[in-house]
């Protein structure tokens, strides 16, 4: 079992739409959260962390339920740029941050 | 703002020929860390280091070396390549205050025949 599992998709969905991605992980021990955006063949980047409390920037919102094991990233009102894979970070300890296989997201016109 | 820049971009090899990736980093980044990607994967961690002159392995560590001779640069190398180090490879960093947010390279597309 992989230690960070997400649905590889592809979503495809319009634009305006909401779109939820899941996330699990296996350690329960893991100390921190993050979602990174990667557009195709380039490199991941910092999209949110995810906070116990759940957070929001914008059209995005990160839960996490620590019990269940389980992040989300909500986006709302999808633009065309938004369009791009969607990793699911955990942070085991200081330099160990394993990384989901990644959801891809498409938003069309 | 280079930020880091990994070079070369892309590179074919024979089985068994050896190579070096260089990872630069201009932020003054303490962290520095090679990654490889894989279809279905996810990256996973090679190696990293925490500071000049040190190193330490990561999750997939087996037929690669590093050295962290200086702080704005992390090498990976390859000794024997073996057609499963066919990958794109990442190298990243971070400062010490910040666990989460890592700033990628560009990434190196590596073909081993």
């Known amino acids: 079992r992989k230690e960070v599992e997400q649905d590889p998709g592809p979503f495809n969905v319009p634009e305006g739409a909401t779109v939820a991605f899941n996330c699990t992980y296996s350690?329960?021990?893991?100390?921190?959260f993050f979602w990174y955006r990667q557009d195709c063949r380039k490199e991941p980047k910092l999209l949110m962390s995810?906070?116990?409390s759940g957070n929001e920037d914008g059209r995005f919102t990160a839960q996490l339920n620590r019990a269940s094991q389980y992040i989300s990233l909500l986006i709302r009102d999808s633009k065309l740029s938004d369009s791009a894979t969607y990793l699911c970070v955990v942070n085991r300890w200081d330099n160990d941050m394993r990384f989901g296989a990644g959801t891809r997201l498409t938003v069309k016109p | 703002n280079a930020g880091v820049t990994q070079t070369p971009k892309f590179r074919v090899l024979k089985t068994g020929q050896s190579m070096t990736l260089l990872c630069a980093q201009d932020?003054?980044?303490?962290?520095m860390y090679w990654y490889r990607q894989d279809p279905g994967m996810g990256l996973r961690l090679i190696h990293y280091?925490?500071?000049?002159?040190?190193?330490a392995k990561g999750e997939v560590p087996d037929g690669y070396n590093v050295s962290r001779l200086k702080k704005q640069n992390f090498l990976l190398g390859l000794e024997s390549a073996a057609p499963s180090q066919t990958s794109v490879y990442f190298c990243a960093s971070r400062p010490g205050t910040s666990v989460g947010k890592l700033f990628f390279g560009s990434g190196t597309q590596l073909s081993v025949l």
């Open positions: 280091s925490v500071g000049e002159g040190t190193t």
């Open positions: 995810v906070y116990s």
């Open positions: 350690n329960s021990a893991s100390q921190s």
């Open positions: 932020m003054n980044h303490e962290y």
